[in-house]
Every structure is written in structure tokens, then in C-alpha cells.
């Protein structure tokens, strides 16, 4: 297999039913059958490439399916309807009543509500850590555990998992490593650094055209079978699909997904950069002072840069808000909550994205409200979106 995920995606090519560079859209809910042994055989997941019913497998949902897992380097993918639905529906399939999560503090507030006062209510319990603090990990190992969550790049902070680390550990108790890698698409591959399953937000880098909401999982083909199965798969059962005609748009924004990435990541170093030269607080992995900096050096594939997303800290939440209005006015991006997108995203996370975290535990975990998250965008000219972003700080009295 080809070792860059892009040349991956490049050489996947799919002619439409008459011969088009596109795929055809396979828009129906339900197939036919010539025969009711064939229906039979598909009920009972014995008959591959034989359609059912469109909550079960769509074509055109596995074109796109087939794009993420040439991504990933996994054997198989499924396609959701949101990236929450991606980690509910994994979770669901591999926690039964009774059963625990190890999962990093530090991770989207939808994911740590779901953990913290969802999955409560079904009996499964998750403990909250510092993932960069392997003993801390371990020391919540025990005969209950079934899965270590983390996202390889945290939302907001930007703290990098140990992905090969942690699944060796995760191999020694027979648990499953779940990573979400929505921040670092293409920069990183989880399933090759030894993660089970990998889930997406492909609301954002992955599609980043801020038009939909969708979701992947990235696994086995026995867990991805295990998934859709008709009489116990979390997706078949709990139904979060995506429209076809939506697969099929983001399948085609998937083309140009390296050359965004590559200009995120561009973006995003020169602002971290010459913010830190304004002498603010910068959090992000490609600066030699961010702590985990060489831990990604080496888990990075190459061309792709530390990614698109960066988080300061003006001290102040009013500063903050005052901040974002301003850069919005500058015309240097959207306040907005959200990444991936091709003009500049920034919010604050403490009132927004993290804000199912209470204040107390955002104290301890070092989310100040002083803190803006920038997605940084696909610019063009950043010298003159930094300029921009000077004059607004300037305004408000960050500098
Ligand atoms: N994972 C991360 C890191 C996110 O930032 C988000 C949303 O912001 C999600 C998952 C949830 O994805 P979706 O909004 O597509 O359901």
C-alpha cells in the first residue's frame, strides 16, 4: 500500500454508471432482489456486495466509506450522519451496562457531555485523566475497563496523545483505543501508530466546506461488520445515516483535501509564530515549546505540516470576546464555533465548544477564560490576515 494518504486518496478512482469522473448517486432507499435466498443471505451478513437498505450500507455512502479507509490505512470505514454519532454509536458497540471509559480530559465538550451525563443513564461510567500522564492512565485500569478515548490532538488545548504508547498499554489489558482525529486528518494515522478504531468529525477539515454535518469510523472489517449488523450493530440500529447526495459532495471536497491541509498548516505555524513574537500565549504543537512538540515530530506523516489549529491566551474573558468581534470586523474571519473551514474560525472555548465542561474542572485542566481558539483558514496572503489580527488586538488591548 502506497505510504502517503493522499497519493492513497489520488488513485481511488470511481467511474459514474455512465462512464463520468464522478461516481453515480445511488438515490434509493431500499434495493431489489431477484430471489428471497439472496435476501436471506444479506439479512444474515453472508452476501458482500449486495445492497438491502439504505440504513444499512449505501454505495454511494461506501464510496466515501472506501476514501476514509485508504486515509486511514483500515481495512474498513463506516459513514454517519455527525461525528457525534461516530462516537456514540463506537462506544455503544464496545460498553455494555456496567463497563468503564478511560478517557482524556481534555477533549470536545459534546464528547465529554456524552461521557459525563449520557452514558451514565445505560450504567457506563468514565473516568477523566490527563492522557499525557501515562501512570495516571494506568492507574484507572481495571477489570471493568474496556476502552481508553482520546483525541490525538485536544480540543482546545492542543495536547498530543502518545498514540503508539498508549496502545501498547491498551494491548497488555485487552482494551480498545478509540482516537479521535478530526484535528489532524492526513498529518496523522492513529490505526498505523496502534489505535482499534478511529472516529471523525468530517464537519470539518475532512469536508471543510462548513456546508454539513458527518461523521466516520475507521476500523476492522469485523468491527465495522459488527456495526451494521441487522440484529445488534449500533449503527444499523440506532440509524445515523448520511443522505447519499451528502456523501457524495464530501467524496468530492476529499480531492482536495491535502492541499488545504498543507495551507492550514502553513497558516497556522506563521500566526503561532508571530503571535508568540507578540509576546502572547500560544498553544500549538508545531512550536519547539509546546510540550509534546517532539513527540508529533516523530508520529507525523510527512508533507502535512502540525495543522490548522491554534489557541492563544489574552487572559481575559471580556478581552476575549471583545477580540473575536473585532477580528470579525477586520474581516479576518468568523466568529463562529467549528474548523476546517477555508477563511479564519475563532470562539471561545470556555463558553462555547468546552462549555459542557463545569467551571471548576475547566480551572483544573487549565482552560483559562481568557482563552480564543483559531481555526486558522486557507489564506492567501497570512502576512496581511496577521496584520489584521495586530490592529484588532491592538484595539482591544490585548498588545
Ligand atoms: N470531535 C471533535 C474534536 C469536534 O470538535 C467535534 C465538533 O465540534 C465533534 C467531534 C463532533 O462532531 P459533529 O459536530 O460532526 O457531530
Not at 34 to 50: D, P, T, Y
Not at 358 to 377: A, D, N, T, W, Y
Request: charged share 20%; net charge negative.
Amino acid at each position: 500500500m502506497n505510504e502517503n494518504p493522499a497519493d492513497r486518496i489520488q488513485d481511488y478512482l470511481v467511474f459514474g454508471e455512465f462512464g463520468g469522473v464522478n461516481p453515480s448517486i445511488e438515490d434509493s432507499s431500499t434495493f431489489t432482489f431477484l430471489s428471497a435466498e439472496r435476501m436471506k443471505e444479506v439479512f444474515q451478513g453472508r452476501a458482500e456486495g449486495c445492497y438491502l437498505y439504505s440504513r444499512h450500507i449505501n454505495p454511494t455512502d461506501e464510496y466515501l466509506a472506501r476514501v476514509m479507509a485508504l486515509m486511514e490505512a483500515s481495512e474498513c470505514a463506516q459513514i454517519t450522519a455527525s461525528g457525534m454519532s461516530a462516537i456514540s454509536c463506537v462506544l455503544l458497540q464496545l460498553c455494555n451496562s456496567g463497563d468503564e471509559i478511560i478517557s482524556s480530559r481534555t477533549i470536545y465538550g459534546g464528547t465529554y457531555a456524552l461521557l459525563k451525563n449520557f452514558l451514565p443513564k445505560l450504567g457506563i461510567t468514565t473516568h477523566f485523566v490527563d492522557i499525557t500522564n501515562l501512570a495516571e492512565v494506568m492507574a484507572k485500569i481495571n477489570s471493568k475497563t474496556k476502552v481508553i478515548y482520546f483525541e490525538s490532538i485536544s480540543n482546545p488545548l492542543l495536547e498530543v496523545a502518545d498514540i503508539p504508547t498508549l496502545s501498547k498499554l491498551a494491548n497488555q489489558y485487552n482494551l480498545k483505543i478509540v482516537v479521535d482525529n478530526t484535528f489532524s486528518p492526513l498529518m496523522l494515522s492513529p490505526i498505523k501508530l496502534g489505535a482499534d478504531v478511529v472516529v471523525y468529525s468530517l464537519t470539518k477539515f475532512v469536508n471543510g466546506s462548513s456546508d454539513c454535518i458527518a461523521g466516520s469510523i475507521c476500523s476492522t472489517r469485523d468491527f465495522i461488520s459488527s456495526m451494521r449488523d441487522v440484529g445488534s450493530g449500533a449503527c444499523m440500529l440506532l440509524g445515523p445515516v448520511m443522505d447519499p447526495m451528502r456523501a457524495a459532495s464530501i467524496f468530492k471536497n476529499m480531492r482536495t483535501l491535502h492541499v488545504r491541509m498543507v495551507q492550514h498548516s502553513k497558516n497556522a505555524l506563521y500566526l503561532a509564530e508571530n503571535f508568540t513574537n507578540l509576546g502572547i500565549r500560544v498553544f500549538y504543537p508545531g512550536l519547539p515549546s509546546h510540550p509534546q512538540h517532539e513527540l508529533i515530530k516523530s508520529l507525523l506523516n510527512s508533507d502535512y505540516g502540525f495543522g490548522g489549529m491554534l489557541t492563544i491566551d489574552v487572559k481575559d474573558e471580556e478581552i476575549a470576546n471583545n477580540l473575536m468581534v473585532k477580528m470579525q470586523e477586520e474581516l479576518v474571519g468568523y466568529f463562529a464555533v467549528s474548523l476546517g473551514f477555508y477563511k479564519t474560525l475563532f470562539s471561545s472555548p470556555g463558553t462555547s465548544t468546552s462549555s459542557e465542561i463545569p467551571k471548576e474542572e475547566q480551572e483544573r485542566i487549565g482552560l483559562s477564560p481568557g482563552l480564543v481558539r483559531f481555526s486558522v483558514g486557507i489564506d492567501h496572503d497570512i502576512e496581511r490576515t496577521f496584520e489584521r489580527i495586530k490592529k484588532s488586538m491592538k484595539e482591544v488591548g490585548v498588545i
